[in-house]
C-alpha cells in the first residue's frame, strides 16, 4: 500500500510543481488540500487542477468563519501589528492551515503532510513548528525547499510536465491572500529602491485615484469584537468583506515594508489590508476611551509579544494561550462605536464613544461645567515633585559645585 502525504495546495506554481514531483521522489500518493479563507479564486477549477496534475485526492475546505472567530479577531484584540506595519494576514493563516492539514491527515490515514514554501521564508517555520506541536509523528516534506530550483527553473519544469501555471517568467509574483489582507512578492519588488508598479495591487485603488468626497463609516465593537457597520450588524466575514472593498475603493490598505524576516533575512514586502487598515487604528481609539493608562501601557507591550508570536509561528504554544487569556480579559469593557474617515489612502479616527467610557466631559472641560478640582493640583505637584527636588538638592548640586 502506498503512503499518502497531505499537501497544502494553492494552485500556484510551487504547490503545482510538488504535485508531480512528490510522487516521483517519495513514491507517495497525494491528497491535495485547499482551504478557502477569502481568497478570489476558484476553488472548484483548482480542485480539479490538483487532480488532473495527479493528486489521488483533492478536497476544499470552507474556512472562512474560524479564520475570522478564532485566529483575526483575537488578533485584532490583541492589537497584534508586526513591526507597526503588517497586520499579520499570511501568518494568521498558516496556524489553521497546518490544523486542517493534522485533521486531514489522521482522516485519510496519511504518513506525512507536505507544503510549497521555500527554505528562506517565515512560512516553513510556522507550517513545521505547528506540526511539530499538533502531530509530531507525521513526516514534514517541504519540496521548495528541497529540490533547489530558482523561480525561473521551477516554472520551466511544469512546462516540461504540462503543468498548468498562473505566473511566467515576464509576470513572477507571488501572491498568497485572505480577508484580512493580500501578501505580494517576487519579481522588481525585490529591489526596495524600485516603486511597485499599479499592476500588483488590485485590492485597492490608488490614493489619488480615489473619491474626492470622503467616505464615513461607523463600526460597532461588542467586547473588543467589530459587530456592526454604521448600525446593522453583521457577521465577521461580510464585515471584513464590505470593509475591504469600501476601504479599498478609498485607497486605503496599501503597505510597503521591509521587514524582519524570522530566519534572519530583510524582505521587502508588499501588502494589501484594507479592511485590517480601518479595524486596528478603530479597535486601538475604542481601548483608548475604555482603558485606564496602566492597562494600556501594558497591553502595548503585550501586543509587540503577541505580534511577535504570529508572526513567528509559535500560535500551538503555551505562551500564546496565557497572553490570549490576557488579552480576552483586556477586553470586558471594550464596547461602543467608531467612527473611521476613510479618504485618499487613508482612514482616520474622527469619533469615538462608549457606554464604559473613562472619558469625562465635566473633567476634561474648560467651561462652566467644569468639575475638576484645580486646587488640588498645588499639592499634588509638591508631593510628586518630591523626589527630584530632594536628590536635585543632595545629589545634582554637588555634581555641578
Known amino acids: 500500500m502506498t503512503d499518502k502525504v497531505v499537501l497544502a495546495y494553492s494552485g500556484g506554481v510551487d504547490t503545482s510543481v510538488a504535485i508531480k514531483w512528490i510522487a516521483e521522489k517519495y513514491d507517495m500518493d497525494v491528497v491535495a488540500l485547499s482551504i478557502d479563507m477569502g481568497a478570489e479564486k476558484e476553488y472548484e477549477a483548482i480542485r480539479k487542477k490538483a487532480l488532473d496534475v495527479g493528486a489521488i485526492k483533492a478536497m ?6 474560524v479564520f475570522i472567530s478564532d485566529y483575526v479577531f483575537p488578533a485584532l484584540q490583541a492589537d497584534a501589528l508586526y513591526e507597526g506595519q503588517y497586520p499579520l494576514a499570511t501568518a494568521l493563516a498558516r496556524p489553521l492551515i497546518a490544523k486542517l492539514m493534522v485533521d486531514t491527515a489522521r482522516l ?6 507536505a507544503h510549497g514554501c521555500t527554505g528562506k521564508g517565515n512560512d516553513q517555520v510556522r507550517f513545521d513548528v505547528s506540526f511539530a506541536a499538533l502531530a509530531p509523528d507525521l513526516k514534514i516534506i517541504a519540496p521548495a525547499r528541497e529540490w533547489g530550483m530558482t523561480r525561473e527553473q521551477t516554472i520551466d519544469y ?6 498548468p501555471v498562473p505566473v ?3 509576470s513572477p509574483y507571488s501572491i498568497d491572500e485572505n480577508l484580512w489582507g493580500k501578501a505580494i512578492e517576487c519579481g522588481v519588488l525585490e529591489d526596495p529602491w524600485v516603486e511597485p508598479p499599479e499592476e500588483v495591487f488590485t485590492w485597492t485603488r490608488a490614493p489619488q485615484d480615489a473619491p474626492d468626497k470622503p467616505c464615513y463609516i461607523e463600526i460597532g465593537f461588542d467586547g473588543g469584537i467589530p459587530t456592526s457597520l454604521d448600525g446593522q450588524k453583521v457577521n465577521g466575514i461580510d464585515l471584513v468583506e464590505k470593509l475591504n472593498s469600501v476601504a479599498g475603493e478609498h485607497g486605503v490598505g496599501r503597505i510597503d515594508h521591509v521587514e524582519n524576516r524570522l530566519v534572519g533575512i530583510k524582505s521587502r514586502e508588499i501588502y494589501e489590508a484594507p479592511a485590517a487598515s480601518v479595524l486596528l487604528p478603530a479597535h486601538l481609539a ?6 485606564a493608562k496602566d492597562q494600556l501601557r501594558f497591553k502595548q507591550k503585550v ?3 503577541y505580534a511577535d508570536i504570529i508572526y513567528n509561528g509559535l500560535w500551538f504554544t503555551a505562551l500564546q494561550q496565557d497572553l490570549a487569556a490576557y488579552v480576552k480579559s483586556t477586553q470586558r469593557h471594550v464596547s461602543g462605536t467608531v467612527r473611521m474617515k476613510l479618504f485618499k489612502g487613508r ?9 464604559k467610557s473613562l472619558y469625562r466631559y465635566d473633567l476634561a472641560t474648560y467651561d462652566e461645567a467644569d468639575q475638576f478640582d484645580q486646587s488640588a493640583s498645588e499639592g499634588f505637584i509638591q508631593i510628586y515633585g518630591l523626589p527630584v527636588k530632594t536628590q536635585a538638592q543632595v545629589q545634582v ?3 555641578l559645585k
Open 347 to 355: 482612514a482616520t479616527v474622527v469619533g469615538r464613544k462608549s457606554p
Open 60 to 65: 476544499v475546505v470552507d474556512a472562512r468563519d
Open 158 to 163: 511544469a512546462k516540461s510536465h504540462n503543468i
Open 168 to 170: 511566467t517568467v515576464s
Open 397 to 399: 548640586e554637588e555634581e
Open 108 to 113: 485519510e490515514e496519511a504518513t506525512a503532510v
Open 303 to 305: 501586543a509587540l509579544e
Open 286 to 291: 475604542l481601548e483608548q476611551m475604555t482603558l
